[in-house]
């Protein structure tokens, strides 16, 4: 992780070797400014690897993949999408219902951009 990049261990660190949201143990796990966040879990009994994006307030997202390798290319791929997509939102989610109408089809591209 570059320091420089404004991503960092999430809680320090203290997420890693616990239980994700997915039910696999968090291998990797890094916020943005307290806004964004990316973690990695996998549970290789069952070749389950998932990386979940999360923007507070507007998106949960999980991509499951078959592999480690695969996941943890998304993984960095995704951070400068998810960034941008951030950037657009208002903090903290939709304050009004033309906020949720107006970054529907963002976050819905998104989506579909990684699924």
Request: contains cysteine.
């Amino acid at each position: 992780m570059n320091a420089d990049s404004g991503w960092s261990d999430y809680e320090g660190g203290a997420t890693l070797g616990g239980m994700g949201s997915q039910g696999g143990t968090i291998v990797r796990d890094e916020g943005f400014r307290g806004l964004l966040r990316l973690t990695y879990e996998s549970d290789d009994s069952r070749s389950f690897h998932v990386v979940t994006c999360g923007i507070s307030g507007w998106l949960l997202h999980p991509r499951f993949f078959d592999n480690a390798a695969e996941a943890l290319h998304a993984f960095d791929s995704m951070k400068p999408a998810l960034e941008e997509l951030g950037t657009t939102l208002p903090e903290g989610g939709p304050r009004s219902t033309a906020d949720g109408r107006a970054t529907g089809p963002l976050l819905a591209a998104f989506r579909v951009r990684f699924s």
